[in-house]
């Protein structure tokens, strides 16, 4: 779903895109409310007009929806009024100059020794519209690292977007092989004047031979020497709130860019007691399954 603003002959003026989750309560579908898709880092209010006054977007937005369980958007907080939390977060940005020299000299002295060493280690980069290896990466290296684990349905999504992404001309899969095996990919989603690192996977020998690092480089290189139109466009690595990975992005001389999050709460009393009380049930049942899994192993 989205909010237009359209002019006297209909034509689009603006665009903001509010994504929804059904809310349930004791099994039964109630309501929508505004949550933010899995693999989508922040929404905007897209619009040429740099002079839009984007609060009625805002104000109709919790007029509309009464529960927002997070909703990311690119955009100065002292403009958010209305909601309840609005915390900030941030990504980090390369500016991809037109020649990749000068992006090159931002490197840090280690990551130029191991764009070096990947360089070294042989590795071939294939490009590829087939997402399978990359969630195959995942599933074996990485999964098993994340609490509770990974539901099918996040590959499905995963895989999902990464077919509509190429089929739009909208991204880009690369995969990093030695010696026949796949040991390391990357998914990257472009559009907008911003190449996003959308995700990524590697195998023990990936990593060690640093083939994430190389395929990073490549496709910063790709969008310097390669642009023939002369436009500057931004890379963004997508930060976590891991400190180790976030300097990892540091050292190709990326720089944090601010979004915010925004929370909001306009259910009745009789609502937030119901969904409290779904809240109290569904946890009394896991931990109920955690007991019965420590007595039965």
């Known amino acids: 779903m989205g909010i237009v603003l359209v002019d006297d ?27 933010q898709p899995f693999f989508c ?5 897209f619009s040429l007009d740099t002079r839009l006054d984007t609060r009625p977007f805002f104000q109709l937005l919790t007029d509309s929806f009464s529960y927002g369980a997070i909703y990311t958007i690119c955009h100065p907080a002292h403009e958010l009024n209305g909601f309840d939390t609005v915390r900030q977060s941030s990504t980090h940005v390369l500016r991809l100059a037109s020649d990749y020299k000068t992006v090159y000299s931002q490197y840090s002295r280690d990551r130029k020794t191991n764009v070096h060493r990947a360089e070294a280690a042989n590795w071939i980069l294939v490009d590829s519209s087939d997402p399978e290896p990359l969630l195959e990466l995942f599933r074996l290296h990485h999964a098993w690292l994340m609490d509770g684990g990974v539901p099918d349905w996040a590959y499905d999504i995963l895989r999902n977007l990464s077919h509509e992404l190429i089929q739009r001309n909208c991204g880009h899969i690369r995969y990093a092989v030695r010696d026949g095996h796949i040991e390391a990919g990357t998914l990257f989603a472009q559009e907008g004047g911003r190449i996003i690192y959308l995700f990524n996977a590697a195998s023990q020998a990936g990593r060690k031979g640093n083939a994430r690092t190389i395929l990073i480089d490549r496709m910063i290189q790709d969008n310097t020497e390669g642009r023939q139109d002369g436009t500057s466009w931004l890379f963004d690595f997508e930060s976590p709130d891991k400190p180790s990975v976030r300097n990892f992005y540091q050292r190709f001389g990326a720089i944090e860019q601010s979004f915010q999050s925004v929370r909001w709460n306009r259910l009745h009393k009789f609502e937030q007691v119901a969904i409290g009380l779904r809240n109290c049930v569904k946890g009394s049942i896991n931990r109920l399954i955690l007991a019965i899994g420590k007595v039965t192993f």
């Open 41 to 45: 880092q922040f929404l905007a209010i």
């Open 9 to 35: 002959t209909g034509q689009y003026q603006a665009v903001m895109p509010v994504p929804l989750r059904r809310k349930w309560v004791a099994g039964i579908p109630y309501t929508w409310v505004v949550h």
